[in-house]
Every structure is written in structure tokens, then in C-alpha cells.
């Protein structure tokens, strides 16, 4: 079963430091959203990504975030200065398209913590 | 107004079944249910999708009444493994998932 891969799977960074996750989501798939989980909390939705831009985002997907697709394979979450608050699980997911009916397909998870 | 309601968690034991049903009184024409698993440190795991009716696979049943206000996820003589958080959502909320605390499911030996 094809699944979407994510590295690093643990990563501890300084407060301050850029972080850039990896993922590569499932090759015919369109759509790529990265989440997020803070330890004991529920999983909350970051931001979308479609066509080369994002489609969508929450109102946790501040300045301090962006998102790229550098290459064919690749999507990518960098995190420019670290805060303490930033230590969480964060997924990649992605779909075939976005509409309802489609699944979302989830990335084990890269665990990040700032120190 | 929360878009699905599900019990926070549930006890079974080895070999039972257990339902858990999801009500989504909102629920718009055009959405599907679709339930998650979630294991501690892991991402969320698709399980079963359904628009109406009935719906079947490998390892889940899903139950939607004819006026789809509610589903039931069916979990067929569940094991140890089988302890997880279950999440059901539905819709896509324009293209993202939007997650509830989920029911945890403990089963006991």
C-alpha cells in the first residue's frame, strides 16, 4: 500500500533555530496539508497546498511558517525561529483531490522538540 | 457548534465487538463520514468511508442511518491491538479534516 513518508521521525532543535520536515506524499496524489499534535491534544490542521500554492490555512500557519515543494517528490514544512510552543508531532498528509469523499492519507509523523 | 459528537472513550474486552457511534446532526448533502485511528506517536490511520447505508471492509463495518444524522463504527471482535483513539469526522471542511478529541477505545484482556 503506497503511504506517504516523513523525515526526520524525532528532531530536537534550540529555541531560535530553523527546522525544515520533510515529507514525500504518495506519488499520483495533488493535495498536501501538514498537521499538527501537541503531546496529549488533538491533531489540528496547519495548512493546504495545491497546484504550487497554498490553498488554505489555519490561523496557527503564522509568518513563521512556509511551505515548498522544491522538486517533483518532495513537500516540505520549515518552522524560520522555533519558540517552545512549537514542540509537537507534525503530520503530512495528502489526497488525490480535495473534494469530499476523498481520502487523506497520513504520514507517520515527524516528532519536533525545541528546547 | 461542534460538527460530530462521539463518546470520549470506551472499555471492551478480547473478542467483543464494539460499535461507536458518531452523531453529525449538520451533516451537508454532499459530505462523507470517514473514521481515523490514531495509536499513541503515530499518524492518524484511514479506516472506512461511507456516504449512505452500509459499508464493508477488511477491518471495520460503518453504519449510516437513512437520514445520515449519525454512524456507527463497527469493529468486529477486537483485540489488544485494537486500543487507539477513534476518530470520526465528516465532510472536508473545503479540502481539510477537521479532528475532535476522538473516543478512546481501552480494550482489556
Known amino acids: 500500500e503506497p503511504e506517504v513518508t516523513q523525515t526526520p521521525s524525532h528532531q530536537v532543535t534550540q529555541m531560535g533555530q530553523e527546522v525544515i520536515l520533510r515529507c514525500v506524499p504518495i506519488?499520483?496524489?495533488?493535495?498536501f496539508y501538514w498537521y499538527r499534535q501537541i503531546l496529549g491534544q488533538k491533531v489540528e490542521f496547519l495548512v493546504s497546498?495545491?497546484?504550487?500554492?497554498?490553498?488554505?490555512k489555519s490561523e496557527i500557519f503564522d509568518d513563521q511558517f512556509s511551505v515548498e515543494r522544491p522538486d517533483g517528490s518532495n513537500f516540505t514544512l520549515k518552522i524560520r525561529s522555533t519558540k517552545l510552543e512549537d514542540s509537537a508531532m507534525y503530520f503530512c498528509?495528502?489526497?488525490?483531490?480535495?473534494?469530499?469523499?476523498?481520502?487523506?492519507?497520513f504520514g507517520e509523523g515527524s516528532w519536533l522538540t525545541v528546547v | 457548534l461542534a460538527k460530530t459528537t462521539q463518546p470520549i472513550s470506551m472499555d471492551s474486552y478480547e473478542g467483543q465487538e464494539v460499535n461507536i457511534t458518531c452523531s453529525h446532526n449538520?451533516?451537508?448533502?454532499?459530505?462523507?463520514i470517514t473514521w481515523y485511528q490514531q495509536f499513541p506517536s503515530q499518524g492518524p490511520r484511514f479506516i472506512i468511508q461511507?456516504?449512505?447505508t452500509k459499508v464493508t471492509n477488511e477491518v471495520a463495518s460503518l453504519f449510516i442511518p437513512a437520514d445520515r444524522k449519525s454512524s456507527t463504527l463497527s469493529l468486529p471482535r477486537v483485540s489488544l491491538s485494537d486500543t487507539a483513539v477513534y476518530y470520526c469526522?465528516?465532510?472536508?471542511?473545503?479540502?481539510?479534516?477537521?479532528f475532535g478529541q476522538g473516543t478512546e477505545l481501552s480494550v482489556k484482556p
Open positions: 498528509a495528502s489526497s488525490e483531490d480535495r473534494f469530499s469523499g476523498n481520502t487523506i492519507y
Open positions: 506519488s499520483n496524489h495533488l493535495y
Open positions: 497546498f495545491y497546484n504550487n500554492e497554498i490553498s488554505e
Open positions: 449538520n451533516i451537508a448533502t454532499n459530505d462523507y
Open positions: 461511507g456516504y449512505k
Open positions: 469526522l465528516v465532510g472536508d471542511e473545503g479540502g481539510k479534516l477537521i
